[in-house]
């Protein structure tokens, strides 16, 4: 059965923390690893993974992705309390049908 | 641009009923996937639309079923209302593509948050 398995579920830090969410995954077909973060109801596109060890970056968001070991990470610096969220990886496994992680529930307190 | 629009924004039925929801993809794009988000989980992929048939369809039973409107909108149908299907519907929309090609970027609607009791 394909399974995206994030980690931790949730986590709780101060304003300026840096934070690294994990995100790893068995699946049948694999095309690329995506994040998305979720403040109310639609998911917003963060990242897209094909690649192994090569880094994509926006701002203080970064992430990363290794396809023998099947994980990524996603870091963020300097957090903010606008990063509070729900952070969702997702695997394409071609034509754009996804197989969502559980997601990580971010609290950035003042 | 309107971006993805879905209606109702809430929804309550009993079981047994059935239930229609709506989705209105971005404008060029011509592909739409539903998702079912249950509280606390992420989305899970129900079907996808793509020139009004149903191109890949993800681990749900009969009783979702869809349409795709030559205008490229997009109808959810669940017959038989079960207490589990209360959830988040999500429909995505994005650019055309081939099924050999990179991905495109799918975009969000807000969801219709459908109670069943």
């Known amino acids: 059965e394909d399974k995206v398995v994030q980690s931790p579920l949730s986590l709780v830090v101060h304003e300026g923390d840096t934070v690294t969410l994990n995100c790893s995954y068995e699946?049948?077909?694999?095309?690329?690893l995506l994040w998305y973060k979720q403040e109310k109801k639609a998911p917003t596109f963060l990242f897209m993974l094909?690649?192994?060890?090569i880094e994509k970056k926006s701002g203080r968001l970064s992430s990363i992705l290794d396809k023998k070991e099947l994980f990524s990470i996603l870091n963020i610096t300097a957090t903010q309390t606008g990063d509070s969220a729900v952070y969702l990886c997702?695997?394409?496994?071609?034509?754009?049908?996804?197989?969502f992680g559980q997601g990580t529930r971010l609290t950035i307190n003042p | 641009d309107a971006g993805v629009t879905q209606s109702p924004t809430h929804l309550i039925k009993t079981r047994g009923q059935q239930v229609t929801l709506r989705c209105s993809p971005k404008?060029?794009?011509?592909?739409v996937s539903w998702y079912q988000q249950a509280l606390g989980q992420g989305p899970q992929f129900i079907f996808q639309?793509?020139?009004?048939?149903?191109?890949q369809r993800g681990n749900f039973p009969d009783r979702f079923s869809g349409h795709q409107f030559p205008n490229y909108s997009s109808e959810l149908n669940v017959n038989a209302l079960l207490l589990g299907d209360s959830a988040l519907y999500l429909c995505?929309?994005?650019?055309?593509?081939?099924?050999?090609?990179?991905?495109?970027?799918?975009?969000f609607g807000p969801g219709t948050r459908l109670t069943v009791l």
């Open positions: 995505a929309s994005s650019l055309p593509m081939g099924w050999e090609a990179l991905y495109n970027e799918q975009f």
């Open positions: 997702a695997v394409d496994q071609g034509a754009q049908k996804l197989v």
């Open positions: 699946v049948t077909n694999f095309r690329s």
């Open positions: 094909t690649s192994s060890g």
């Open positions: 639309y793509y020139e009004e048939e149903e191109r």
């Open positions: 404008s060029g794009h011509d592909t």
